[in-house]
Structure formats: structure tokens, C-alpha cells
């Protein structure tokens, strides 16, 4: 302090933070833009020659954006459209299901702390030993087809089906992250004074009302934030989808991520350009997303204050 000054200690200890930062979050991010308006299969940038705006038109090139398949990277589209439809229907069912275990584990009930570290256990596991652990159950010859036939019925294709293995990584994503979510939307639970919950118990209202009236909107900053992180880890989906399906059968399954990671890394010939334009075209859609949703909760809590 005595060398640097009062002013100046305090970028001393945050430095090396920043450095690091730096180095590995803001530097990919140069390089990525870098990557992105260059073409070639080179790795160096500067073997790279410019391209501008090229990579972003081959992907976004269509003759009837309703048809996929006249689209000049019709994988890139499908999968955009897995993507969204998976983000859809995993963000609803992963807020309800949240809700109600949330719910639920506030309750005075038999072995809460157990249950409570049950339903967070699959938090801690990997991704990838989620993924083998659920292959291994839903595969041709694994633990769901002995039980059927145990049972006398015929085995199934789980994941040899496009619409059962869709079906199914949605499942394992909920099973697999649902605990943490869970926790939030309880610590937000335990946040509301007891006195409000009296005061209707005394005025006897109906349990469906308390819900209502005043658990859900004194719980709604927790659910918003849940939404945030959901939707976000919803559209980065690829480690379980890639160990569980590998993205088929077909492309049923091959989602955004995905796609960047086979065209830049997996294919024979490595795309650096396109994948590099595919996760700015994927940034730029999470941002409009957690903008908008951000938006909409200000609007909420402004109409509230006037109310």
C-alpha cells in the first residue's frame, strides 16, 4: 500500500482475476468474432482469409423458411427448430415439476431432509454419467425392456425412435437438474413471513387462493430467475443429449450446440467459420431471450406498484 497507494491495492488482489478472466472468457470471445468473418479450414487466424458477413448468409440462407429442407444448411435449421421445441416443452414442464417438489418439501412431512437431499442428489452426478446411467436403462437390451418382457409385452425402441428419444432427453434433463431449481424456488418459499400465512388461515381461505394470491406472487422473483436459468440451459443442451442419443435417430435430436460441435470439431473437414458464426447466431438469441424476460418481470413489478 505504501508503493501503490490507497487507490491502487485494490488492483492488486483483483489482477489476477482479471487476467484469467481475460485469458479464457474474453480472448475466445476475440477469437470466436476472429473466426467467424474468416473462411478456410485453417486453424492459425492468420491463415484464414476474410470472408465478412459470408459464414452468417450460408447459414441463414433460404428459399421458404417454412421448408427446411430448402435451406442450404438444413441441419443448422433443424437444429434450430430442436432446439426451440425441446426449450419449450422442457422450460414448462421443469418450472412445474420445480414448483411442486418446491412445494411439497416446505410441507411438515415425514423425512424432509431426506427427501429434500434426494431430490438434489442428481445435481452433484456428471452430465456424461447421467446420460450412461439412463442408457443403460433405456437401451435394446437394457433395464425398462427386461421389465417388459418380465411382463409379457414386446421390447421397445426407446431410443432407436425419434419421438421416444426426443421424449426421453427431455426427461433426463428434468430428472438431472430439476433438484437444483427445486432449491431456489424453496429458499424463495422459506423467505415468506409466517404472519402472511396466518392472516389468511384466520380469514379462512381456501388453499388454492393462498397459492394464488400469495405464495405465487411473493415467489415470483425466484421463478423468474429459475425461467432465466432454465431457458438458458435448455438452448445450451449437448453433453446428456450426446452421451444418451448422439443426436439421433437421425437428427431428431441434434440440437444447436451439437451442430457447432460437430461442423467446427467432429466432421472429417472442420468447419471453423460456420460453427464460429453458429454460437454468435446462438449468443445473440440468449441475449434477446434474458432481455425480454427481464423486460417482462420490470413490467410486472411496475404494474404492481400502480396497483
Sequence with gaps: QKWLGASRIGWLFVGPNLVVIGIFTFLPIVINLVYAVTGGVN?????????????????????????LQSCRTDIFWRSIFNTMKFSVIQVALMLFFSLVTAL????????????RGVFFYPVL????????????????????????????SQPM??????HWAFFWVVVVSIWAHMGFYTLILLAGLQA??????????MDAAPPFRVLRRITLPLLMPNLIV????????AVQSFDEVFVLTGGGPGSATTFIVQYIYQTGFAEQIHLYGLAAAASLILAAGLMALTLAQLRLSKASEAGKVKK
Design 104 to 115: 411439497v418439501l416446505n410441507r411438515k412431512i415425514i423425512g424432509r431432509g431426506f427427501w
Design 226 to 233: 429459475v425461467l432465466v436459468l432454465v431457458m438458458i440451459r
Design 157 to 162: 425402441d426407446w431410443l432407436l425412435d425419434r
Design 125 to 152: 452426478l456428471s452430465p456424461v454419467v447421467v446420460a450412461l446411467i439412463w442408457k443403460w436403462l433405456l437401451q435394446s437390451q437394457g433395464v425398462f425392456n427386461a421389465g417388459l418382457v418380465a411382463l409379457g
Design 43 to 67: 486453424l492459425l487466424p492468420t491463415q484464414r482469409p476474410f470472408t465478412g458477413l459470408e459464414n452468417f448468409s450460408i447459414l441463414l440462407e433460404c428459399r421458404d423458411y417454412s421448408d
Design 192 to 201: 415468506i413471513p409466517k404472519d402472511v400465512y396466518e392472516a389468511a388461515e
